[in-house]
């Protein structure tokens, strides 16, 4: 039997034992049902054994699936302490904290605010700010490309981070100014609800959901007129009649340029902005100090 077994081929195989489903395990490690399946299917050539049964509802595991499933675990946890410690000592030799994020904060000036907090206690550090798109709801946190990022919730795999609020929002709906709706000081969801809607990439997962507000469509599945994957294509979507979207109100003033207007919308959860990062890496002291920079910065702001 070979041993030489990948890393991802344990985080496929311990993620599906833990979910029992190949479906929901692949919208959670972001792969495709097919691929996952595959990739299962390989490693149990490799090892020789099933370690699971394929069942119509779901997957079991075999007695086999059950004795490495341990032992995966500790492979994976090694393996992320490890990386951790290894990314302290890169990170403390070049003092540099990278800040992630897919639109700017804004918000009345609370970047700079943040930024003058943390570089008056941490002047010797480097703050890079990274932009990334719409694709990765986690702004470079998964892929550790990001020390810290101000994301939305809610995050995929929201277990894996900590965060600190920075505001809560409600949700307005955006839509071109000829819009029928748009002649309403204020819009139903219902009245929404049918309408086209422009939609988060499919990797965005619960975001995409949570921006489609799939919780308050009591089960009725969206229409979906596009898919965006940034400011600027929302715009000219919106302009094209392409079709609505909720926006969270401090990024309204990014798309109601001409021809684009927002409305409240009753009957919508506020949306929540955080700063967020890795739980391993919330001890590092640099993640500390900005996150505490940011709660002081946003202290005020919050309702």
């Not at 509802?57 to 075999?62: F, K, S």
Request: proline residues 7%.
């Amino acid at each position: 039997m070979s041993t030489d077994v990948h890393l991802r081929d344990l985080r496929y195989f311990v993620t599906v034992a833990e979910e029992l489903h190949f479906t929901r395990a692949a919208e959670r490690l972001y792969v495709s049902q097919p691929a996952l399946s595959k990739q299962v299917r390989a490693l149990e050539r490799q090892l020789g054994v099933e370690l699971f049964r394929r069942e119509p509802r779901g997957v079991t595991l075999t007695e086999a699936g059950t004795a490495l499933l341990p032992h995966a675990r500790r492979v994976l946890a090694a393996w992320a302490e490890g990386a951790a410690a290894v990314e302290a000592v890169r990170s403390a030799q070049r003092s540099t904290l990278v800040v992630g994020m897919s639109t700017s904060p804004g918000r009345g000036g609370l970047l700079p605010a943040i930024r003058s907090r943390f570089t008056a206690a941490h002047p010797e550090v480097v703050v890079r700010l990274r932009q990334v798109g719409w694709e990765d709801p986690t702004a470079g946190l998964a892929d550790g490309e990001a020390d810290v990022a101000f994301v939305w919730l809610p995050l995929p795999d929201a277990g894996r981070y900590g965060w600190t609020a920075v505001a809560e929002e409600p949700r307005l709906v955006a839509l071109p100014d000829t819009h029928p709706l748009a002649e309403h000081a204020e819009v139903d969801f219902a009245d929404l609800a049918d309408e086209p809607f422009l939609a988060l990439p499919p990797s965005a997962g619960p975001l995409r959901d949570f921006w489609l507000a799939l919780d308050e469509r009591a089960g009725r599945l969206p229409r979906i007129g596009a898919e965006i994957a940034g400011t600027e294509e929302t715009y000219e979507a919106l302009v094209a009649g392409l079709g609505v979207c909720l926006v969270a109100s401090g990024n309204a003033p990014l798309i109601t340029l001409g021809g684009v207007t927002t409305r409240p919308v009753r009957g919508l959860s506020p949306s929540r902005y955080v700063l967020a990062w890795r739980r391993e890496a919330g001890g590092r002291a640099l993640v500390r100090g900005y996150a505490e920079a940011c709660r002081k910065a946003a202290g005020g702001r919050l309702p």
